[in-house]
């Protein structure tokens, strides 16, 4: 059987395209703009804390703060950085600085069903290396 040169160009077309389609659909970023809450267990059996995470992306920058209580019912802001959006994956830093000292968390997961679900990842002051999982659910 032979195969014109036209059916060729076709065919060679068409593969073209349905890669570049494919391509497209893997690149295709999550908007993770929202406000998201998730409670973790207090500190000592003390009650569950509430963190409320506010995200912003704007062109490929990912922006936002996250409020976590503190002592005595303050709570405290702090700025993300080093946010990331990729296809369906986020990931920032926060970084918390107390009596000359800081700590950074480091936040990654992945977007699906109004939510993020991942791991933070710390260092104690003990110079051991900790994470723990996360799941945060978007407000509406």
């Known amino acids: 059987m032979k195969i014109s040169k036209f059916t060729k160009i076709l065919l060679g077309a068409a593969l073209v ?21 998730w409670t973790q267990p207090g500190r000592n059996g003390g009650a569950d ?7 912003k992306l704007n062109g490929d920058k990912l922006t936002g703060k996250l409020a976590m209580p503190g002592r005595g019912g303050k709570v405290n802001e702090t700025e993300i950085a080093d946010g990331k959006v990729t296809g369906a ?18 936040y990654s997961g992945t977007i699906a069903d109004s939510a993020i679900k991942g791991k933070i990842s ?19």
Do not use: H
Not at 20 to 34: F, H, S
């Open 17 to 37: 395209l349905g890669a570049m389609t494919q391509a497209q659909a893997q690149d295709k970023k999550v908007d993770p703009t929202g406000t998201y809450i």
């Open 89 to 106: 994956d986020v990931s920032f830093c926060v970084v918390r600085s107390f009596n000359g000292n800081s700590m950074t968390n480091s």
């Open 49 to 55: 804390r509430t963190n409320t995470l506010v995200l």
């Open 122 to 140: 710390f260092v104690t002051q003990n110079g051991d290396a900790r994470s723990r999982d996360w799941e945060a659910k978007l407000q509406k």
